[in-house]
């Protein structure tokens, strides 16, 4: 198979049918595409390219679950940016940035205590996120979740809970307002407590 006269299409297909050249072909064809874009969203050239590699060892294991991308270019660079945000530490900062910002807040060496405290801020945080999700009403605590712990497009939940892509879009908009309000509630009982 010649790869440089091929369609990604036909490479896609090829790669869902096991083909390992298809495989090799695609990555070569897109491995730099990805490097640059992932370059422009965090700067640390090795962790873009653990993602590109993640992506693809990805890719290869659920091959015979892979739908027909409507467009291979735009799945990958999807998938890559999705990959390198849940790589870094919050969202909002990229690594160097990360970086130094735990040098100026954190101290440099983490005492036990220190650890065992911020484990437990952790556990405490978790089991309060858990407990509003549970008070979501079933439907909008589903659509939740498959738009954000299973990044499933607002089109694929409608899919899946079969329903209209605007009931979903309005299921997790009304199940993020009742969070925002649940946790402005908690804040301002911590408020009450401070002042």
């Not at 640390?44 to 291979?72: K, T, Y």
């Not at 978790?126 to 499933?152: C, D, G, I, M, V």
């Amino acid at each position: 198979m010649n790869n440089a006269t091929v369609t990604d299409e036909t490479l896609w297909q090829a790669v869902r049918e096991g083909s390992e050249t298809a495989f090799e072909g695609l990555y070569r064809r897109y491995f730099q595409v990805l490097f640059s874009y992932g370059k422009r969203i965090h700067q640390d050239g090795d962790a873009v390219n653990d993602a590109i590699q993640d992506l693809f060892v990805d890719i290869w294991r659920s091959r015979r679950s892979l739908s027909q991308a409507q467009s291979v270019r735009f799945y990958l660079i999807r998938s890559l940016r999705r990959k390198i945000h849940r790589s870094l530490k919050p969202d909002s900062l990229h690594g160097e940035e990360w970086e130094n910002v735990q040098e100026a807040v954190l101290p440099t060496e983490e005492s036990p205590e220190s650890l065992f405290t911020h484990a437990e801020d952790t556990l405490i945080q978790s089991e309060k996120l858990t407990a509003w999700l549970s008070q979501l009403p079933p439907r909008q605590n589903e659509a939740l979740l498959l738009r954000y712990y299973h990044n499933f497009e607002y089109s694929e939940i409608a899919d899946i809970l079969h329903i209209k892509e605007q009931t979903a879009r309005n299921l997790v908009q009304k199940a993020l307002q009742l969070l925002r309000k649940m946790a402005i509630l908690l804040i301002a009982t911590a408020l009450q407590f401070i002042f």
